[in-house]
């Protein structure tokens, strides 16, 4: 079971690029990586996924080394609304537990 | 149009009263979930579902019993509220055949006991 380690807290400021770091040392063969955000008083809203390398989207990216036991989600030029809890996950069986962790509290500053 | 719907918003109630979340998703997913979010925000997992059939239940007390009626619908609920049950429940649907199953979640039930 891939446990997985991140910041607890950062600050930021509009317009900058954000890099939160996750660890999961134990990650499995396969095992894909996750990241969701949630906004206060919302539930948790899917960001990205990936399994090695270089992933993008129209939010964020997502950068995994060879060894997948460290993952990076990358920002572009944050505005306040991407203030928020940003989590990642590992989930690959179908049979395993899905654990969300206390996420990094993302502060965006003007 | 919504994805993952909840209901109600918000549940205000006493101690040792029954009662029970609703969740509907039409994204024609085959697995649900509930979660808790407690005070601290902590997120857990409490129960997941694989077309009507329970796959995860995690350590939680049995005065929590998930129904589910059809793959698209999975409703909590709760007998002899106690204090420590008030926290933000989510619920939340993935396709399970997908690896690293994405999950889309509702908007929360806020459960308050008094």
């Known amino acids: 079971l891939a446990k997985t380690t991140q910041p607890i807290s950062m600050d930021s400021y509009e317009g900058q690029e954000v890099n939160i770091t996750c660890s999961h040392n134990n990650i499995a063969t396969n095992d894909y990586i996750t990241w969701y955000q949630q906004f206060p008083s919302q539930g948790p809203r899917f960001i990205i996924q990936g399994y090695k390398t270089k992933v993008t989207n129209e939010v964020a990216s997502l950068f995994i080394p060879a060894d997948r036991k460290s993952s990076t989600l990358s920002l572009p030029r944050v505005s306040l609304s991407d203030t928020a809890v940003y989590y990642c996950?590992?989930?690959?069986?179908?049979?395993?537990?899905?654990?969300f962790g206390k996420g990094t509290r993302l502060h965006i500053l003007p | 149009d919504t994805a993952v719907s909840q209901t109600p918003k918000y549940l205000v109630t006493q101690m040792g009263n029954d009662k029970s979340i609703k969740c509907e998703q039409n994204?024609?997913?085959?697995?649900m979930y509930w979660y808790k979010q407690d005070s601290k925000k902590f997120l857990k997992i409490m129960f997941s579902?694989?077309?009507?059939?329970?796959?995860i239940n995690e350590t939680v007390p049995n005065r929590f019993s998930p129904k589910s009626p059809d793959k698209a619908h999975l409703n909590l609920h709760i007998n002899s509220l106690e204090l420590g049950d008030s926290a933000v429940y989510f619920c939340a649907s993935s396709q399970f055949d997908r690896v690293g199953y994405e999950q889309y979640f509702g908007p929360g039930t806020r459960l308050t006991v008094t």
């Open positions: 996950l590992v989930v690959g069986n179908r049979d395993d537990k899905i654990i």
């Open positions: 579902y694989n077309n009507k059939e329970l796959i």
């Open positions: 994204l024609g997913h085959d697995t």
